[in-house]
């Protein structure tokens, strides 16, 4: 059988197939015999429910001290709760059904009831409630983690992935993955590339099908996915895959070559990472720095707030390993897509316009300041520099600022050292950020374009979801120009303005952003020796006027 769907990152897989159904969480409603017993296994998955958030409540006190631990305190308190209580044990014995699914009700009217409550407050305690809930089910159900696990490297199916999800994979046992959602600018494609894995989304109809263990070819390159192929298939595919590994390999003369265009300007060629193991490929590939570090990924990847000295321990690594090469790291973009279980934030409307990136910093101080002491902290170790996202107006720069300045003075009072040359720069993802770009860069040492959400934002078309793919397209000159006047902006103002989106990994627009004017270009590991080779054979000068020709008027 042959699937087709959009390529995300190339490459050539070969392996058995692991499906990962979200159905899998779905409850099984039965009939039971005995209400007594349904009843007594209730109570008991509830008091082991109520165990493992002591122990989590425990751990949470030194992890992230008292006040955040609070909400595990609260989670078992409401475990207590005797009308949540009634209400599944009721459930149980008036409809003789199963725990799972007396749990799963009663979550469901808990939760409706909490929603249609003014107070955001009670509303927030919905997610509490579904929060419990899952950690009874998931008890009476045997299951431990929802985590995808697999002890043998394999091809991942499945409907779609979260971030979270995706970043819980083993790099070592997946080989590529396949999936029916997804759109090839949402973070689970671009983790794809980052890890440089073989994906294929927008696969229809995956999931109608039991593919597991079954034999698999992923064909990165043209979005193609062969199941169960023939030998002639698997022949003509071990070929592709070892001609792709050439090509590979024939880019590596590019190690250690400058990256400068064919009349001599200099690029930056930087790269984009998740996560302290990309390092090796940054390296690998002959990365200049590091251009993007998305440090969320730190807090996606773990079950609880990474703490100030976790933190400072992964960015003291990347930097150590960079030498002198300049790492930016920006600061945590949390929310819209990149939910945080632990962290229980308030459930939103319109998640993607609401509190994330700098706008939760602001919110949680604390969480913020924690980041910065981190990097600060780790800032004396190679040649640091921050940036920070989803920026819309010049006062959110001036409070940032502000309180950089409250954290150094507090490692001062504590004789902590930092580096007094940490650069700052902001993302412009915002039609706001690019249109004041002028303002923001006499405030800042550097600009740094992420498209992805700039073409989002200003295309007025959400970049995770794949029924509007087409409308949410860098290529559109609404976003080009954009490019254009924050690369004119920052250069007026004598800082270099680069591309971190995904933009910056497409070879055909290579020539574009040079035209452009962007300084550097920041993309996954795995691109970046292509990416050199199209730079030093593009010729700005012989093509500029023609590229801002057609993007300008
Ligand atoms: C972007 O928006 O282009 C960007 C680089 O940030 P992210 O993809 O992580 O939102
Ligand atoms: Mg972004």
Not at 226 to 234: F, G, K, S, W
Not at 294 to 316: A, G, H, K, T
Not at 506 to 521: I, N, V
């Given at each position: 059988?042959?699937?087709?769907?959009?390529?995300?990152c190339d490459g050539?897989?070969?392996?058995?197939?692991?499906?990962?159904?979200?159905?899998?969480?779905?409850?099984?409603?039965?009939?039971?015999?005995?209400?007594?017993?349904?009843?007594?296994?209730?109570?008991?998955?509830?008091?082991?429910?109520?165990?493992?958030?002591?122990?989590?409540?425990?751990?949470?006190?030194?992890?992230?001290?008292?006040?955040?631990?609070?909400?595990?305190?609260?989670?078992?308190?409401?475990?207590?709760?005797?009308?949540?209580?009634?209400?599944?044990?009721?459930?149980?014995?008036?409809?003789?059904?199963?725990?799972?699914?007396?749990?799963?009700?009663?979550?469901?009217?808990?939760?409706?009831?909490?929603?249609?409550?003014?107070?955001?407050?009670?509303?927030?305690?919905?997610?509490?409630?579904?929060?419990?809930?899952?950690?009874?089910?998931?008890?009476?159900?045997?299951?431990?983690?929802?985590?995808?696990?697999?002890?043998?490297?394999?091809?991942?199916?499945?409907?779609?992935?979260?971030?979270?999800?995706?970043?819980?994979?083993?790099r070592k046992?997946?080989?590529?993955?396949?999936?029916?959602?997804?759109?090839?600018?949402?973070?689970?494609?671009?983790?794809a590339r980052m890890m440089n894995i073989p994906?294929?989304?927008?696969?229809?109809?995956?999931?109608?099908?039991?593919?597991?263990?079954?034999?698999?070819?992923?064909?990165?390159?043209?979005?193609?996915?062969?199941?169960?192929?023939?030998?002639?298939?698997?022949?003509?595919?071990?070929?592709?895959?070892?001609?792709y590994e050439m090509r590979r390999e024939n880019l590596s003369h590019l190690i250690g070559k400058?990256t400068?265009?064919?009349?001599?300007?200099?690029?930056?060629l930087h790269a984009n990472i998740g996560n302290i193991f990309d390092v090796d490929s940054v390296i690998a590939n002959d990365a200049e720095g590091i251009g993007l570090f998305?440090?969320?990924?730190?807090?996606?990847?773990?079950?609880?707030?990474?703490?100030?000295?976790?933190?400072?321990?992964?960015?003291?690594e990347v930097?150590e390993r960079m030498g002198k090469k300049?790492v930016?790291?920006?600061?945590?973009?949390?929310?819209?897509?990149?939910?945080?279980?632990?962290?229980?934030?308030?459930?939103?409307?319109?998640?993607?316009?609401?509190?994330?990136?700098?706008?939760?910093?602001?919110?949680?101080?604390?969480?913020?300041?924690?980041?910065?002491?981190?990097?600060?902290?780790?800032?004396?170790?190679?040649?640091?520099?921050?940036?920070?996202?989803?920026?819309?107006?010049?006062?959110?720069?001036?409070?940032?600022?502000?309180?950089?300045?409250?954290?150094?003075?507090?490692?001062?009072?504590?004789?902590?050292?930092?580096?007094?040359?940490?650069?700052?720069?902001?993302?412009?993802?915002?039609?706001?950020?690019?249109?004041?770009?002028?303002?923001?860069?006499?405030?800042?040492?550097?600009?740094?374009?992420?498209?992805?959400?700039?073409?989002?934002?200003?295309?007025?078309?959400?970049?995770?979801?794949?029924?509007?793919?087409?409308?949410?397209?860098?290529?559109?000159?609404?976003?080009?120009?954009?490019?254009?006047?924050?690369?004119?902006?920052?250069?007026?103002?004598?800082?270099?303005?680069?591309?971190?989106?995904?933009?910056?990994a497409?070879?055909?627009?290579?020539?574009?952003?040079?035209?452009?004017?962007?300084?550097?270009?920041s993309a996954s590991p795995g691109i970046l020796l292509a990416l050199r080779d199209?730079?030093?054979?593009?010729?700005?000068?012989?093509?500029?006027?023609?590229?801002?020709?057609?993007?300008?008027?």
């Open positions: 059988m042959t699937l087709r769907g959009r390529t995300v050539v897989a070969i392996g058995k197939a692991m499906v990962y159904r979200r159905e899998d969480n779905i409850i099984k409603r039965y009939h039971i015999d005995s209400i007594e017993a349904e009843i007594e296994r209730f109570d008991a998955a509830r008091a082991r429910a109520i165990g493992e958030l002591e122990a989590l409540y425990s751990r949470a006190v030194t992890d992230v001290g008292e006040e955040s631990a609070e909400i595990f305190g609260i989670h078992s308190q409401m475990l207590d709760d005797p009308d949540y209580i009634e209400s599944v044990k009721d459930i149980i014995a008036n409809e003789m059904i199963n725990a799972e699914t007396a749990v799963g009700h009663t979550c469901d009217s808990f939760m409706q009831m909490f929603d249609s409550m003014e107070s955001a407050y009670m509303r927030g305690r919905g997610a509490d409630i579904k929060d419990i809930s899952e950690r009874i089910i998931k008890i009476l159900e045997g299951r431990d983690s929802r985590a995808i696990r697999t002890d043998e490297p394999a091809i991942i199916f499945a409907d779609d992935l979260t971030p979270s999800e995706t970043v819980q994979l083993d046992m997946t080989l590529a993955f396949v999936t029916e959602g997804g759109t090839s600018n949402s973070h689970t494609a671009i983790l994906a294929v989304i927008g696969v229809q109809g995956i999931c109608a099908y039991s593919f597991d263990g079954r034999d698999v070819i992923v064909d990165g390159a043209d979005g193609t996915v062969y199941i169960d192929p023939d030998a002639e298939t698997l022949k003509k595919m071990r070929k592709k895959q070892h001609e400058e400068i265009t064919a009349d001599g300007k200099k690029i930056e998305r440090s969320e990924f730190l807090y996606l990847e773990s079950n609880s707030f990474p703490d100030e000295d976790e933190q400072f321990n992964v960015y003291r930097l300049r930016v790291i920006r600061t945590f973009d949390i929310g819209a897509d990149k939910r945080v279980g632990y962290l229980h934030m308030d459930n939103e409307k319109n998640p993607a316009m609401g509190i994330r990136a700098i706008r939760v910093c602001f919110e949680h101080k604390d969480w913020f300041k924690t980041q910065l002491r981190a990097l600060y902290r780790a800032s004396v170790y190679g040649r640091l520099a921050l940036m920070f996202p989803l920026i819309t107006s010049e006062w959110e720069i001036d409070e940032i600022l502000e309180i950089i300045d409250a954290v150094k003075a507090e490692l001062d009072s504590e004789g902590i050292k930092y580096s007094d040359n940490v650069e700052l720069g902001c993302m412009i993802e915002t039609p706001a950020a690019a249109i004041i770009s002028d303002d923001l860069a006499k405030k800042l040492s550097f600009l740094s374009i992420g498209t992805n959400d700039l073409a989002q934002y200003s295309l007025a078309a959400d970049r995770g979801n794949p029924r509007i793919g087409r409308y949410c397209d860098y290529r559109h000159k609404a976003v080009l120009r954009l490019i254009y006047t924050v690369v004119e902006n920052a250069h007026k103002n004598g800082i270099p303005a680069g591309v971190c989106g995904e933009i910056a497409d070879l055909d627009l290579t020539r574009t952003l040079l035209a452009l004017g962007a300084d550097s270009l199209k730079i030093r054979k593009t010729d700005i000068g012989a093509v500029r006027d023609e590229i801002l020709k057609e993007i300008l008027t």
